[in-house]
């Protein structure tokens, strides 16, 4: 029984991610996430007080994804942290559609602000500034820069999903990259110009 009854909370958020990812937020009414989900009115409202509550927990979802990927791209070297992250968020929203979803999404279920996405650059942000600081005084600007780029492609990807494609990801980060690699230290202590 309980399994069935995580299967239907599973259905509930996928098809309320589902909508949200393939439209806005307001196709994520009561009625179109019941008809997706194959569930009554009572099922959604056994497992959630609300609609807003369900949107809220496809943020949670989202969030913690979101920062399992940041995590991981942030936990090898420096130097190729942002190119790992960018690649992973581009597969990200290609293929997940509750983190495509959770990004237009506020903590509190609503369309923000802050949305996730916003908490999101702000973080990279962070990170590439941290990871930048000890091989770069333009660390700011670069990650200014990577952030700018991550929006980019997110914002992009809701209008032509090719911008999520890691080919593109990695065809600009190699645009990039040798900005990020600018006066680091190559082996034997001999600094790039």
């Not at 949200?20 to 194959?38: K, P, S």
Request: with cysteine.
């Amino acid at each position: 029984m309980q399994a069935r009854s995580e299967q239907t909370r599973r259905a509930l958020l996928h098809a309320t991610a589902e909508l949200i990812a393939d439209g806005r937020l307001t196709d994520a009414g009561l009625v179109n996430i019941c008809r997706r989900a194959g569930v009554s009115r009572g099922a959604l409202y056994h497992h959630f007080s609300s609609t807003t509550a369900l949107t809220a927990a496809v943020y949670e979802e989202a969030r913690q994804r979101v920062e399992a990927l940041t995590e991981e791209a942030f936990a090898g070297p420096a130097a190729d942290a942002p190119e790992r992250f960018l690649l992973a968020l581009g597969e990200a929203l290609r293929t997940e559609k509750v983190v495509r979803a959770g990004m237009q999404l506020a903590a509190d279920g609503s369309s923000g602000p802050p949305r996730l996405r916003d908490d999101l650059l702000t973080a990279v942000h962070e990170r590439v500034t941290e990871a930048q600081k000890e091989a770069e005084e333009a660390a700011e600007d670069l990650a200014d820069l990577a952030m700018v780029m991550a929006a980019g492609i997110e914002s992009l990807g809701h209008t032509d999903p090719s911008w999520w494609d890691g080919d593109i990801s990695r065809r600009l980060w190699g645009l990039l990259r040798p900005l990020f690699d600018h006066g680091r230290p190559r082996r034997g202590g001999e600094r790039r110009i």
